[in-house]
């Protein structure tokens, strides 16, 4: 059924827009883990500023002939409305949601939410391969990473990997995860399976990855590093340099890239459906003791090589640099620590990008937004970063917008750590490359050095 037309959207003051975007959450039936009865995902604000009105982004009315052309049509059964956004990446494919319509009661019905029944499913696509068997797998670094998020996603790729091996410090425990996952080899020394596998994922501490890594590529094994790639730039690139000498070949694992509601906002992006003059705000964090951690090594400067910069801050400069570029320039940044943290908890960086601004926010001390909103001079993008099926847009440069307002993206609900490999493996049997390329790893990693290098400076140079 159609939805409501733009002019039922508009929202008169602030009250009204946040009590707007509540009802949506309600209308999704979704609440936040821990939160009470009709608490929703939708009723925080970004974390520097409130986003736009819709009022300010829709189509004013007037006598129809002052519509856009099409405007009266109803789009039929199984046809997408012209100027919808059909290619979502990753080889799936969407079709948009409804126009966001009238809050009432009858919406809070599950069955009657956005995007409900007749919302087109994403369709999976496998690519083709080029090797008969499966590349055979390792992990080193078997701590929470690895045994809730990687190896649970890795279990999806038996036709494009199998894990034949892991590595941990502790030996036991590494027996324990091999029994889990099915690897045939349990080793406390990384080295001692180099020669049973074609490529490992890196899951250790930060300060070892620049050994780990280069002593991999050098055995001509494949490599998926976790992020950060090294605490430092100069790391950063000893390991590429490695790689450049090396057969094997080096992916930084920046997994939030591989989020479908971000590789469709990216495409968005890329197609101009914003305009000129964007600006990027995220957050991310949340109490540190509220996260899953089986040791403790990010409290330790020696082997963690900075704080909460370097674990959720680096996934939000990846995502502005794949957005806008490896020309960072940091403008302004604050760090601060609480209680008796060694490193910093706390981290607010602006950078300038040619054409687009980001400002990011990141911490260990206080629960943050988690969200996402990219806006320039002719539309806007949002979404929640833990919330991957779901993205909310609006573009003047779009068709079924100017006609029907903001819309809502509705996508296949696939784990980021299973798209990464996905595109992992696949870029190794295809020889293919990877979507992760050295220079952006580079330009995020002197971003995260300036901050430290100059951290009492109001604005430095990202050099």
């Known amino acids: 059924m159609r939805g409501a037309p733009a002019s039922s959207l508009r929202c008169h003051g602030s009250r009204g827009y946040e009590r707007w975007w509540h009802d949506l959450g309600r209308c999704h039936g979704r609440r936040r883990p821990g939160a009470g009865p009709g608490a929703c995902l939708w009723n925080r604000r970004p974390a520097f500023s409130r986003p736009e009105k819709i009022r300010s982004l829709a189509p004013p009315r007037g006598p129809v002939g002052d519509r856009p052309a099409g405007h009266h049509r109803r789009t039929p059964p199984g046809e997408v409305a012209p100027g919808c956004y059909r290619d979502c990446g990753l080889g799936a494919s969407v079709r948009m949601a409804p126009a966001l319509p009238r809050i009432g009661k009858q919406n809070c019905n599950p069955q009657n939410r956005l995007g409900g029944a007749s919302q087109t499913q994403a369709v999976e696509t496998l690519a083709p391969f080029t090797k008969n068997e499966p590349l055979r797998f390792g992990v080193i670094g078997c701590g929470a990473i690895s045994t809730l998020y990687q190896l649970p996603a890795l279990r999806t790729q038996k036709r494009r990997a199998r894990l034949v091996a892991v590595a941990d410090r502790d030996e036991a425990w590494a027996r324990r995860v091999a029994k889990q996952y099915g690897a045939g080899l349990a080793v406390a020394n990384y080295e001692d399976l180099l020669e049973a596998v074609d490529a490992v994922l890196i899951a250790t501490p930060n300060a070892s990855h620049r050994e780990i890594a280069c002593s991999c590529l050098d055995a001509g094994v494949h490599v998926l590093c976790e992020k950060p790639a090294a605490p430092t730039a100069d790391d950063v690139r000893a390991m590429f340099e490695a790689e450049a000498r090396s057969t094997a070949r080096l992916m930084i694992a920046h997994c939030v890239r591989f989020s479908p509601h971000l590789q469709c906002a990216h495409g968005m992006h890329v197609r101009g459906l914003l305009g000129d003059d964007v600006r990027l705000e995220a957050s991310l964090g949340g109490p540190y003791g509220a996260s899953a951690h089986r040791t403790d090594f990010r409290r330790d400067p020696a082997q963690a090589g900075g704080g909460v910069l370097l674990d959720l801050g680096v996934h939000l400069i990846d995502l502005c640099v794949w957005f806008f570029g490896s020309s ?46 990219i806006s320039g001079t002719e539309g806007w993008i949002q979404g929640h970063l833990y919330q991957p099926d779901v993205l909310e847009f609006f573009s003047r440069n779009s068709t079924i917008c100017r006609r029907d ?59």
């Open 328 to 373: 960072p320039e940091l403008a302004a940044h604050e760090l601060t620590a609480v209680d008796d943290w060694p490193v910093e908890t706390d981290v607010r960086l602006t950078i300038n990008f040619p054409g687009a601004t980001a400002h990011l926010a990141a911490s260990y001390s206080r629960q943050l937004a988690n969200s996402i909103r």
């Open 405 to 463: 307002g903001a819309q809502q993206i509705r996508l296949d609900n696939r784990s980021m750590y299973e798209l990464q490999f996905e595109h992992f493996f696949s870029a190794l049997l295809e020889d293919r490359p990877f979507l992760i390329q050295a220079d952006e790893v580079l330009a995020t990693a002197r971003t995260a050095d300036a901050c430290y290098r100059r951290d009492n400076a109001n604005t430095v140079p990202a050099a």
